[in-house]
């Protein structure tokens, strides 16, 4: 049975649910599920925007048996071609054999590569600023290289002010029901979710959003309609705000993340004693993860949000700790810069991460690395405790 979304009096929300996928992209956990959206005009003729994951494509090909309620599909825009949003587009293709592909240059290459049909006698290649007249429904193009992969496009319509984002201001997170961020409690129930998504797919690529963001700042803009997650009608420029910040590697908000691989919880020790010390001298943002315990995407959206970060690990095998050292190689993937930052160290043979782990670091952007490191030799004594205080002082001293 079809399950389907009324956006506006011709634009329906055609997209479906998937809550048993534990990992996006065979990566990231999403215990909260994922949408996949596609998007369908009732215009004077018909387009839809974008297919869906194949696990949920019974359900996408039934809503979209409903909405064209007997009516020819005209054309299929695709903005994007990775497979959450592309793995249905052959079925599609078959299925409506009237239909024109509409894509750019780009996109078509990737057609063929993940497809073995014939695709060139049904495409309407698009480039920048281009537009489809579908009557009342003038659609406009503009491409967004690299949000999140170089074929990516978002459209425009100009009649109700909608831009289709494509990846840009998408979310993890199933649907509950409420489509419009404005009907749940975003910034409670989903901001932390949408940072991990954004910082954790598209984060390597601020200059490419920053570049979307300023040509969206061109259009009128009343509704945002993403790929994944909430779609906008209200308050958009608090969240075009978050993402102006995460595109830049802007800090939220001041406050410490503290990060700790520990074997036998010495570690963990030091990096509780400093939260303490810390929460003691009036900081209140603070978080702590054990890179054991928690998934990476986690810490790096926490990286993203907060001014400063304290990473504390053992020496494992005369290296980094395994897990500290992946999470380190994330957020120097995803070009992390203009943080505030401070290393423990722990060893009970000859104690070197705190060395390393600068060294994974030095190459980023306009990181401010504090004097105050601390080197724990197999557990926390006295002369520790006080280079905590310490380093608790600095940290303090820098975030005015
Ligand atoms: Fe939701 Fe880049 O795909």
């Not at 894509?103 to 063929?112: G, P, R, S, V, Y």
């Not at 309407?124 to 600023?129: D, I, N, S, T, Y």
């Not at 010390?277 to 209140?284: E, F």
């Not at 030799?377 to 405790?385: G, R, W």
Request: charged share 20%.
């Amino acid at each position: 049975m079809y399950c389907v979304k009324k956006i506006s009096e011709d634009i329906t929300w055609i997209g479906a649910n998937d809550r048993r996928l534990a990992l996006f992209e065979n990566a990231h956990p999403i215990p909260r599920g994922v949408s996949y959206n596609s998007y369908f005009i009732n215009g004077d003729k018909t387009v839809v925007l974008d297919t869906v994951d194949r696990a949920v494509g019974e359900r996408f090909f039934e809503n979209l048996s409903h909405v064209l309620g007997g009516r020819e599909l005209n054309y299929v825009i695709v903005q994007h071609m990775e497979p959450d949003h592309c793995a249905t587009l052959g079925e599609l293709l078959m299925r409506y054999p009237e239909a024109t592909v509409v894509a750019n240059q780009k996109t078509l290459t990737m057609i063929k590569q993940f497809f073995d049909m014939d695709i060139d006698s049904r495409v309407h290649l698009v480039k920048e600023g281009d537009i489809l007249d579908t009557g009342r429904h003038k659609l406009s193009f503009y491409m967004a290289p690299m949000v999140h992969w170089p074929e990516v496009m978002v459209t425009y319509d100009s009649e109700e002010k909608v831009l289709f984002s494509a990846d840009a201001f998408g979310s993890f997170g199933a649907i509950n029901g409420n489509l419009f961020a404005d009907e749940v409690n975003f910034e409670m129930d989903w901001l932390p979710d949408a940072r991990r998504y954004y910082t954790n797919i598209v984060g390597k690529y601020g200059a490419q959003v920053t570049a979307l963001l300023n040509k969206a700042s061109a259009l009128d803009i009343k509704t945002i309609c993403p790929l994944h997650g909430p779609v906008w009608r209200e308050n958009l420029g608090w969240f075009i705000e978050k993402y102006s910040k995460w595109a830049a590697w802007e800090p939220e908000e001041k406050g410490v993340l503290i990060a700790y691989g520990s074997i036998y919880g010495n570690t963990e020790n030091a990096a509780d004693i400093l939260a303490s010390k810390l929460a003691d001298k009036g900081v209140k943002n603070i978080s702590v993860y054990d890179v054991s315990a928690t998934d990476p995407s986690y810490i790096l959206a926490d990286a993203f949000r907060f001014s400063h970060i304290v990473f504390a690990s053992s020496t494992y095998n005369n290296g980094i700790f395994l897990r500290m050292e992946t999470l380190l190689l994330d957020l120097a993937a995803h070009l992390l810069q203009n943080r505030t930052l401070a290393f423990i160290e722990n060893g009970s043979w000859v104690p070197v991460s705190g060395k390393l782990m600068r060294e994974i670091m030095a190459p980023m952007k306009n990181m401010n690395v504090l004097d105050c490191g601390v080197t724990i030799k197999s557990s926390v004594k006295a002369q520790q405790e006080i280079e905590l205080d310490a380093l608790a002082n600095e940290i303090i001293a820098s975030m005015k």
